[in-house]
């Protein structure tokens, strides 16, 4: 199918397809998020079991995210996109069928393979089928589309939640899922790559899945049983090799899934390492600052959940608008300012002690989440154009997978190390704190065992009154001095993604780069041949 334009019916059916199907992977990940305590409940799942309803979907969709890009590349498109979309959709059918946790957690495994293949393949279709002239403009539309319905998503979950109908979080995907389906067979036309070179490379798929899902079980379990736990560490160091070992054979490979060549390009590579550190900023900031506002600031969750009404609104209201502007300016400037203006919004916002409920949100909490948000709709959709045109359409499907498998393990990085570091600044402010009062070794002891739970601490059962007070207010005071810590960590991340714009990425870059990339990859099949 050659490129289309983006009023055309055929560009309007890529964009309502596409659309469709990233909205179920994002409705089902932020909703869920919200309902999990009527999930534990209905179940009686442990916070072990809890903690794996999670991560069985990470962990399969961040190992198999490169294979799902690289496939479409070779295949074809739409024809991956539509399979990832048909193995998500009866994943998410048997989750809302689980009758105990253990078939939950098998079921969301089936969800994560059908994402890994489904949401490189999203933006891979627009980037091959949409006009160049076009493609931030509809990079732009996706993600104002695709950004209500995440932040929706913990709103949809609340009131399920509530009204005791969780298991209708997954169940809402299956008509989504059908009529995404049906769209894409009779309106969308297959995109495949330029590249002739069709074989599988059975061989690095399995290397990479296998070194992502030991880095991720190792991260995931960080913040639970520590980094010297043997388990953690012999993930970590068996990830690390395996990934070591399919850079190897990826240089060697007559049939790279993931031409090493591709990272020659400098631009690719500095708006990978500037999605790395920003998605690191990004997830550690939105974690611990819901965190604060549900178990410190005195927010209900759905409360929380509103406080993010202004990054939606941003979002929906000018994210086609600097799309548009990228296509005629270039992205260099917005990945330069973006970062650091949503950096600054997290910073502004680790500066916040106690306040008095959400009643007070505007003059607390609204100036931060306002400018981080400003800054996220700035950078997003210019990054997404950039890695989407750096590398020409030939590989925008194995681009895809890539840039998302950072962003995912970024973000799984994030919780690991942030959750340890929280829980170490928690410790170390509660220690200080009762260093001065009167309490024996045994209750220290015991108020200090509390610190893995955060926010969440409890006041020990055995203390009396006036200590639970003051143990209590130890409490909330220790939490927000590491809630601080965390914010600027993640905030100084968010700048820090910028300098890689500015060390990376030159004007122009993006149309070079793309030309070099398809001129290297055509020498090397050459040569091959």
């Known amino acids: 199918m050659s490129a289309i334009s983006l009023s055309s019916s055929k560009g309007r059916w890529v964009m309502v397809s596409t659309i469709m199907a990233s909205s179920m992977a994002f409705i089902d990940s932020t909703a869920l998020n919200v309902a999990l305590p009527a999930l534990q409940s209905g179940f009686h799942a442990t916070s072990s079991e809890l903690f794996w309803i999670l991560n069985a979907y990470l962990l399969m969709l961040t190992s198999l995210i490169l294979i799902g890009g690289s496939l479409g590349d070779k295949i074809g498109r739409k024809r991956i996109f539509m399979l990832g979309i048909l ?119 399995i290397t990479v899945a296998a070194g992502l899902a030991a880095l991720t079980f190792g991260f995931l379990n960080m913040p639970a049983k520590g980094i010297y736990n043997y388990q953690v560490y012999m993930a970590l160091i068996m990830g690390v090799i395996l990934l070591i070992g399919f850079v190897r054979i990826e240089q060697r490979a007559k049939h790279p899934m993931m031409p090493i060549s591709i990272f020659k390009n400098r631009t690719f590579s500095g708006v990978n390492l500037l999605t790395l550190f920003l998605y690191a900023g990004l997830g550690g900031g939105l974690l611990f600052l819901s965190l604060n506002l549900v178990q410190v600031q005195g927010y209900s969750q759905f409360e929380s959940g509103l406080t993010i009404l202004p990054f939606l609104i941003l979002m929906i209201s000018f994210s086609r608008f600097i799309g548009k502007l990228s296509d005629k300016y270039g992205a260099r400037t917005f990945l330069i300012f973006g970062p650091i203006i949503a950096g600054s919004g997290l910073i502004m916002l680790s500066s916040i002690r106690q306040t008095h409920g959400s009643g007070q949100y505007l003059n607390t909490f609204f100036p931060g989440i306002f400018i981080f948000g400003l800054g996220m709709v700035i950078t997003v959709v210019p990054l997404t154009k950039t890695i989407m045109s750096s590398v020409g359409d030939q590989l925008s499907g194995t681009a895809s997978g890539i840039n998302n498998a950072t962003a995912q393990m970024s973000n799984v990085f994030a919780y690991a190390i942030f959750g340890a570091l929280a829980v170490f600044y928690f410790s170390s402010g509660i220690e200080s704190r009762l260093a001065n009062s009167n309490l024996s070794n045994d209750a220290r002891k015991l108020i200090v ?50 300098f890689m714009t500015i060390i990376f990425i030159k004007k122009n870059s993006v149309k070079d780069g793309a030309e070099n990339s398809k001129s290297i990859l055509n020498k090397n099949y050459d040569a091959i041949q």
């Open 449 to 498: 065992s509390e610190a893995i739970n955060l926010g969440n601490a409890q006041v020990p059962a055995t203390l009396q009154e006036p200590d639970r007070t003051q143990v209590a207010t130890f409490y909330k005071e220790s939490f927000i001095d590491s809630y601080k810590n965390v914010m600027q960590i993640s905030g100084l991340l968010c700048i820090t993604g910028a």
């Open 87 to 205: 193995i998500f959709s009866i994943g998410s059918a048997t989750c809302g069928l689980s009758r105990d946790v253990l078939s939950l957690i098998m079921f969301r495994v089936i969800q994560g393979i059908g994402g890994s293949l489904m949401i490189p393949g999203s933006l891979a279709l627009i980037s091959s089928s949409i006009n160049e002239s076009e493609r931030g403009k509809a990079i732009g539309t996706w993600s104002a589309a695709t950004a209500v319905v995440t932040i929706g998503g913990p709103l949809l979950g609340g009131a399920l939640a509530d009204a005791g109908l969780w298991r209708y979080i997954f169940f809402i995907n299956v008509p989504i899922g059908v009529f995404a389906l049906i769209f894409l067979a009779t309106k969308v036309g297959e995109v495949k790559s330029d590249v002739t070179d069709k074989s599988i490379d059975f061989i690095g798929a």
